[in-house]
């Protein structure tokens, strides 16, 4: 009887123990920073199942306190992520009670970059000198535009025209020697070479890459003076995203924009909206005119992801409208009753899909296909001032329409052999681009730039690598020769990295500066079908010295120096004073030189402060005029301040820019080449913001161009040349201006 009793007993207790052992345990963590031991607020933080494929995947967030508590009835892999911190993962087994440090990142030398990698690699592991534009930087300076974002940066130019929009100047060289790219497709749609980039708004941007320097191997033509690959934000974390965005601006601003993702298993989906509306702008607004042209834009762009651990899947598209209004003055033929509109149309929209596939433990295969359309349409109309009815203009020179698209298929094959001594790249760059309109010669153009590229990285110690690359093209248009390249990258020290490169480059002219005809009431210029491809050599050099200690105070040095020698350089040159015409035409020899240099000091948490100056010089040789000079020189500097007032939570920006002043290469009818000399002028920045809400609702308010710069002199025999503000002045902006501007976001 007493053993009867003693095995139900044991059964029982036995049963208990494995219905216990199936009941799910509390568990709680806390989440602090390894400097100061403070709880990190509000960190989102993701649990799955161990060797789960993403089906049994919760989220939460930490407390005020860093706090977090759930139930869990088998041991889970635990992801923590927070805006500041190298992410976090480690194993928690149910029932446990642990604290979890969480590293800062001081610098950006942990951010995860793609542009002309094999892999994705952290900025320090790059072979490549990267800046990276974080989702931080860019909240922190309320940029809504990429100029805007690119317009305070070192060794970078802004210079705004008020039809082709604003574009910028990098070591020295223009938009068109710069490759600008959205998820790795190139952006199309240039006017007179410039990509406007007041077209390319910061809606769901994750961050931008940025390497100065030629990268014509990987990225072929326009690839010159380097990259700047803008990285939209993927939903591959958490299982719901909403945001929206408004943001308002003193001198006529109102944006709007709105979105959110969905992800399940395997699968996320994105969607994203905007709509900015500029009302136009002019410092003496007797009329009509304005200087700064009325402006509506409407962004869309949605996805579609497919990930597991060897298979990423996407599929994206977009689209953008623009409509630019240039209303005329009340003409005097009419007896001022009447007056000519100009309405300009852009619409630009693109598909993409790509595949990475991991092949085997050490090799990656990634797809890209990318079809993208763009078109400008202007559109003339005589209004009537007494009963607003408008009529369009008969004459075809009022009237004009160009579209172009682009095919882009590129695919690359990595592979890593004798563990991480020997890597190779080997890919294919298909890329073709057709235009047509009445302003392009015989109505339709074409122009096809087919590539093989390889690239081989061999690092005989951990602290070397070597990376020769070679791209061989086929241009439809032009015999074009072998471009290489060669990096080097040396690891003297842990925190101390020496970058050397030296490249051929080629850039074949684009369809527009060959045969369009670009004819406006500010601008006339003709292609030529005449004009030779741009060859090229460069050299850079960059040292890194970034001390990682965790330590409350860090500092670090960004050095940077670079040579360009650019033949046949394609320049917009005036081919007859009267009536006053321009043209492209090549100029010999072009060179450009200079250094950057950064300083960068923080203490952590609560002060960021980077300063920066740079030097550049220019020269030109043109052979048919003998027409030559020294280098001339322009310098730059910059000063940004982060500031946490712990306290209160708030947050101070300070962005100021010093811009040297900036000489111009001019070339003349007769091919001499003058200099036009745009004045030295100061910009800055100022705002704050704070979190509210469980860090769900930021409010940003501040200033922009605090020093009010409008139209800046330029003194020549040219000054402003062909995108002159009229008077011998340059326009860079509007004026001071004051913004406000209410985020949300929600993650679960």
């Given at each position: 009887?007493?053993?009867?009793?003693?095995?139900?007993?044991?059964?029982?207790?036995?049963?208990?123990?494995?219905?216990?052992?199936?009941?799910?345990?509390?568990?709680?963590?806390?989440?602090?920073?390894?400097?100061?031991?403070?709880?990190?607020?509000?960190?989102?933080?993701?649990?799955?199942?161990?060797?789960?494929?993403?089906?049994?995947?919760?989220?939460?967030?930490?407390d005020?306190?860093?706090?977090?508590?759930?139930?869990?009835?088998?041991?889970?892999?635990?992801?923590?992520?927070?805006?500041?911190?190298?992410?976090?993962?480690?194993?928690?087994?149910?029932?446990?009670?642990?604290?979890?440090?969480m590293?800062?990142?001081?610098?950006?030398?942990?951010?995860?970059?793609?542009?002309?990698?094999?892999?994705?690699?952290?900025?320090?592991?790059?072979?490549?000198?990267i800046?990276?534009?974080?989702?931080?930087?860019?909240?922190?300076?309320?940029?809504?535009?990429?100029?805007?974002?690119l317009?305070?940066?070192?060794?970078?130019r802004?210079?705004?025209?008020?039809?082709?929009g604003?574009?910028?100047?990098?070591?020295?060289?223009?938009g068109?020697?710069i490759?600008?790219?959205?998820?790795?497709?190139?952006?199309?749609?240039?006017?007179?070479g410039?990509?406007?980039?007041?077209?390319?708004?910061?809606?769901?941007?994750?961050h931008?890459?940025?390497?100065?320097g030629?990268?014509?191997?990987?990225?072929?033509?326009n690839?010159?003076?380097?990259?700047?690959?803008?990285?939209?934000?993927?939903s591959?974390r958490?299982?719901?995203?909403?945001?929206a965005?408004?943001?308002?601006?003193?001198?006529?601003?109102?944006?709007?924009t709105?979105?959110?993702?969905?992800?399940?298993?395997?699968?996320?989906?994105?969607?994203?909206?905007?709509?900015?509306?500029?009302?136009?702008?002019?410092?003496?607004?007797?009329?009509?005119?304005?200087?700064?042209?009325p402006?509506?834009?409407?962004?869309?762009d949605?996805?579609?992801?497919?990930?597991?651990?060897?298979?990423?899947?996407?599929?994206?598209g977009?689209?953008?409208?623009?409509?630019?209004?240039?209303?005329?003055?009340?003409?005097?033929?009419?007896n001022?009753?009447?007056?000519?509109?100009?309405?300009?149309f852009?619409?630009?929209w693109?598909?993409?899909?790509?595949?990475?596939?991991?092949?085997?433990?050490?090799?990656?295969?990634?797809?890209?296909?990318?079809?993208?359309?763009y078109?400008?349409?202007?559109n003339?109309?005589?209004?009537?001032?007494?009963?607003?009815?408008?009529?369009?203009?008969?004459?075809?020179?009022?009237?004009?329409?160009?579209?172009?698209?682009?095919?882009?298929?590129?695919?690359?094959?990595?592979?890593?052999i004798?563990?991480?001594?020997?890597k190779?790249?080997?890919?294919?760059?298909?890329?073709?681009?057709?235009g047509?309109?009445?302003?392009?010669?015989?109505?339709?153009?074409q122009?096809?730039?087919?590539a093989?590229?390889?690239?081989?990285n061999y690092s005989?110690v951990?602290?070397?690598?070597?990376?020769?690359?070679i791209r061989?093209?086929?241009?439809?248009?032009?015999?074009?020769?072998?471009v290489?390249s060669l990096?080097?990258?040396?690891?003297?020290?842990?925190?101390?990295?020496?970058?050397?490169?030296?490249?051929?480059?080629?850039?074949?002219?684009?369809?527009?500066?060959?045969?369009?005809?670009?004819v406006?009431i500010n601008?006339?210029?003709?292609?030529?079908?005449?004009?030779?491809?741009?060859?090229?050599?460069?050299?850079?050099?960059?040292l890194?010295?970034?001390?990682?200690?965790?330590?409350?105070?860090?500092?670090?040095?960004?050095?940077?120096?670079?040579?360009?020698?650019?033949?046949?350089?394609?320049?917009?040159?005036?081919?007859?004073?009267?009536?006053?015409?321009?043209?492209?035409?090549?100029?010999d020899?072009y060179?450009?030189?200079?250094?950057?240099?950064?300083?960068?000091?923080?203490?952590?948490p609560?002060?960021?402060?980077?300063?920066?100056?740079?030097?550049?010089?220019r020269?030109?040789?043109?052979?048919?005029?003998?027409?030559?000079?020294?280098?001339?020189?322009?310098?730059?500097?910059?000063?940004?301040?982060?500031?946490?007032?712990?306290?209160?939570?708030?947050h101070?920006s300070?962005?100021?820019?010093?811009?040297?002043?900036y000489?111009?290469?001019?070339?003349?009818?007769?091919?001499?080449?003058?200099?036009?000399?745009?004045?030295?002028?100061?910009?800055?920045?100022?705002?704050?913001?704070?979190?509210f809400?469980?860090?769900?609702?930021?409010?940003?308010?501040?200033?922009?161009?605090?020093?009010?710069?409008?139209n800046?002199?330029?003194?020549?025999?040219?000054?402003?040349?062909?995108?002159?503000?009229?008077?011998?002045?340059?326009?860079?902006?509007?004026?001071?201006?004051?913004?406000?501007?209410?985020?949300?976001?929600?993650?679960?």
């Amino acid at each position: 009887m007493f053993q009867q009793k003693y095995y139900v007993i044991l059964i029982l207790s036995l049963l208990i123990g494995a219905v216990s052992s199936l009941t799910a345990q509390q568990t709680h963590i806390s989440l602090k920073d390894e400097i100061n031991n403070k709880p990190i607020a509000y960190a989102n933080v993701i649990i799955e199942l161990l060797n789960s494929t993403n089906e049994a995947k919760r989220g939460f967030t930490t407390d005020i306190n860093g706090n977090l508590s759930f139930e869990i009835q088998h041991p889970v892999k635990l992801t923590a992520t927070f805006v500041g911190y190298r992410n976090l993962i480690d194993t928690i087994q149910p029932g446990d009670k642990r604290t979890l440090i969480m590293e800062p990142m001081v610098y950006n030398v942990d951010e995860v970059v793609v542009t002309a990698q094999f892999r994705p690699v952290t900025v320090d592991q790059s072979i490549y000198k990267i800046k990276v534009l974080g989702s931080q930087q860019i909240e922190n300076k309320a940029a809504i535009s990429l100029n805007e974002m690119l317009a305070g940066e070192l060794n970078i130019r802004s210079t705004r025209d008020n039809a082709l929009g604003s574009s910028i100047t990098m070591q020295g060289l223009q938009g068109e020697h710069i490759k600008f790219l959205v998820d790795g497709v190139p952006v199309i749609g240039r006017q007179n070479g410039q990509i406007d980039l007041e077209q390319l708004d910061m809606q769901n941007i994750d961050h931008i890459e940025i390497i100065q320097g030629p990268m014509s191997v990987v990225y072929g033509s326009n690839a010159l003076a380097g990259v700047i690959n803008i990285i939209r934000k993927e939903s591959d974390r958490d299982n719901v995203t909403l945001n929206a965005d408004a943001y308002y601006e003193s001198v006529g601003v109102y944006n709007f924009t709105a979105g959110g993702s969905y992800s399940i298993k395997k699968n996320s989906f994105q969607l994203n909206a905007g709509r900015n509306f500029f009302d136009g702008f002019g410092t003496f607004d007797t009329t009509r005119y304005q200087q700064w042209k009325p402006k509506l834009q409407y962004n869309i762009d949605g996805s579609y992801m497919f990930k597991t651990e060897k298979t990423k899947l996407i599929f994206e598209g977009d689209y953008f409208f623009e409509e630019i209004q240039d209303k005329g003055i009340p003409l005097e033929v009419f007896n001022y009753d009447k007056a000519f509109d100009k309405y300009f149309f852009t619409n630009r929209w693109g598909v993409r899909g790509e595949l990475t596939q991991k092949l085997a433990k050490r090799s990656i295969i990634n797809i890209l296909s990318a079809y993208s359309f763009y078109s400008r349409v202007k559109n003339t109309y005589l209004k009537d001032l007494t009963n607003l009815e408008e009529s369009l203009v008969p004459e075809s020179d009022k009237q004009d329409t160009a579209r172009f698209d682009n095919l882009l298929f590129r695919a690359d094959f990595n592979n890593i052999i004798k563990s991480e001594i020997l890597k190779y790249q080997l890919g294919i760059d298909l890329n073709y681009e057709s235009g047509y309109g009445k302003r392009i010669k015989n109505e339709y153009q074409q122009i096809g730039d087919y590539a093989a590229f390889l690239s081989i990285n061999y690092s005989p110690v951990p602290q070397l690598s070597i990376q020769p690359g070679i791209r061989a093209i086929y241009n439809t248009n032009y015999n074009a020769p072998l471009v290489y390249s060669l990096n080097v990258k040396w690891n003297i020290t842990v925190p101390l990295a020496v970058r050397l490169s030296f490249a051929k480059g080629f850039r074949a002219p684009s369809l527009k500066e060959l045969y369009l005809d670009f004819v406006d009431i500010n601008h006339n210029i003709h292609g030529n079908e005449d004009l030779v491809a741009e060859t090229s050599q460069n050299v850079n050099l960059a040292l890194n010295y970034n001390p990682q200690t965790p330590a409350a105070y860090n500092w670090g040095i960004d050095l940077g120096l670079f040579y360009n020698h650019i033949k046949n350089k394609i320049e917009l040159a005036q081919v007859s004073a009267e009536p006053l015409l321009y043209s492209y035409t090549n100029v010999d020899e072009y060179y450009t030189q200079g250094f950057e240099f950064n300083f960068n000091n923080r203490v952590y948490p609560w002060l960021k402060i980077i300063l920066g100056f740079a030097v550049t010089g220019r020269k030109q040789y043109d052979e048919s005029s003998n027409s030559s000079h020294d280098f001339i020189y322009s310098n730059d500097a910059t000063t940004q301040i982060n500031y946490w007032w712990q306290k209160t939570d708030l947050h101070f920006s300070f962005f100021y820019k010093y811009n040297g002043a900036y000489p111009i290469l001019v070339l003349n009818e007769d091919g001499t080449t003058d200099i036009s000399t745009i004045s030295a002028y100061n910009s800055l920045d100022i705002n704050m913001n704070r979190w509210f809400w469980k860090r769900r609702i930021n409010i940003q308010i501040g200033g922009k161009n605090l020093f009010n710069n409008t139209n800046i002199n330029a003194t020549g025999s040219q000054s402003g040349g062909i995108h002159s503000g009229g008077g011998g002045s340059v326009p860079v902006n509007w004026g001071r201006t004051f913004f406000a501007r209410v985020q949300f976001k929600f993650n679960k």
